[in-house]
């Protein structure tokens, strides 16, 4: 990769579960020369994030978007839903296009949303500061992804893009793989069809350890064959729905921290969406996204890690004292 300078000023907006612990690897590997311009609409998560990212550069709690906009050379945003991504971009007076000059800004909006929102911000930045740039770049990993620093990032850019090493320089600094889709709003189309498979292939291996182990097989011992099977997944081995199997993660802790199951609703819809958009047939998503919609509503799934859906399914989770 060609030699880049990292920008002096870097913006943030959007520290929950994701953003937070991206700003904290941010701030700790920028040199201390740097500084990071942030805003979050909570205050308590902007106080939050001021006290425990361990920062190594200078920090800038700044009132609004536009005002991190203003102050920063590149901006990555990181809300919600499409709305939030709206207001952040789209507010008057306050959202990071009502900034007076954008000229030659980088701005990388890493939200999982509608492919039509992320482009109607782009050719709202276009209109209004032509000389500025807006790529999607959504990421995935999950939280431990985050904290570890070993995200994927999903830019919509081709591969000839001039603003390429700049961009994975500084994503670089959260993430293992920096991965150019190909053009505006592809990035989104990526994660959106990742997230379509893995939490279908989740689903899929939280039924089926259910079966294997209502039929007295040890999944330890499952796990071990499927990994040098057809069935093999990412999901089976790094990140197994089954509390024990994949130790360190949500699963082994009680379903706590990671990715909340209500989020699956979205997700899933937005790809459910993207493939309508185009044409193209789906048989399995829309009962997937069902599936955890209704586990959602259990009071002992709620606000959990979407892996509870083995909890859903009358997984047994104390699976270990019985063998
Ligand atoms: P979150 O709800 O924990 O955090 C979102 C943050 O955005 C909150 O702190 C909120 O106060 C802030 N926010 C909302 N509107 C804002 C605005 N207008 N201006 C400034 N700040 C605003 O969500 P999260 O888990 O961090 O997810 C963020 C995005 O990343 C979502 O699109 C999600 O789908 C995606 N994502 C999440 C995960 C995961 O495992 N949590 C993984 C990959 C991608």
Known sequence: MALVTLPTDIGFVGLGNMGLPM??????????????????VSSETMEKSLKESGAACRLNPCSNAREVAEKSDFLISIVPEGQHVRAVYLTPETGVLAASDLSGKILVDSSTIDTATSLQVGEETQKRHPKAFFYDGPVSGGVSGAAQGTLTIMLGCPT???H??????VFLLMASNVVPCGGPSLGLTAKLCNNYLSLTIS????????MAIKSGMDPRLLQSILKISTGSSRNNEQQNPVPGLSPGTPASKGYKGGFKIEYVKKDMGLAIEAAKRVG??????????????EAAEDPRCAGLDAKVVY???????EWAEKL
């Open 23 to 40: 700003f904290s690897n941010l701030t700790r590997k920028l040199p201390s020369s740097s500084t990071v311009h942030f805003y979050d």
């Open 280 to 293: 193209a047939k789906i048989c399995i998503g829309p009962s997937v996204r069902e599936s955890y919609m």
């Open 311 to 317: 909890r859903w399914l009358g997984g047994d989770e």
């Open 160 to 162: 000839t893009d001039t």
């Open 203 to 210: 689903l899929a291996n939280a039924e089926m350890y259910n």
């Open 164 to 169: 390429l090493p700049l961009l994975s320089a």
